[in-house]
């Protein structure tokens, strides 16, 4: 499974993105999908996720309210709509898929098997 990211960029605080993540593999009836992000001289963190199959969403409490993760079947895609951006939220956000999971893992970086490369999201105040 080849996952590839993409959408990030330069915005100022309360702006918008949209980041996208394509898979290269069709059968993700039971894939859980997540964005994770690494802060300068921080750890990585888990951001959202979204059941492939079932389209259950979860999100950690620093983004809830303003990101919608979310997926298209037919495109085999994963999007994180990001709104009200903070520069808190400046980091480089990778896409990771998972194909055995329990929900009480979701949020670990351990569940999952297969990562995209990393986009840049820089938000300036």
């Known amino acids: 499974v080849q996952l590839q990211a993409s959408g990030g960029g330069l915005v100022q605080t309360g702006g918008s993105l949209r980041l996208s993540c394509a898979a290269s593999?069709?059968?993700?009836?039971?894939?859980?999908m997540d964005w994770f992000r690494r802060a300068p001289g921080k750890e990585r963190e888990f951001v959202a996720a979204?059941?492939?199959?079932?389209?259950?969403?979860y999100y950690a409490d620093s983004v809830k309210g303003r990101f919608t993760v979310s997926r298209d079947s037919a495109k085999n895609t994963v999007f994180l709509q990001m709104n009200s951006l903070k520069p808190e939220d400046t980091a480089v956000y990778y896409c990771?898929?998972?194909?055995?999971?329990?929900?009480?893992?979701?949020?670990?970086?351990?569940?999952?098997?297969?990562w995209g490369q990393g986009t840049l999201v820089t938000v300036s105040s």
């Open positions: 593999e069709r059968s993700f009836g039971r894939y859980v």
């Open positions: 979204v059941t492939w199959g079932g389209g259950s969403t």
């Open positions: 990771a898929a998972a194909l055995q999971y329990i929900v009480s893992t979701i949020r670990l970086p351990s569940t999952y098997n297969y």
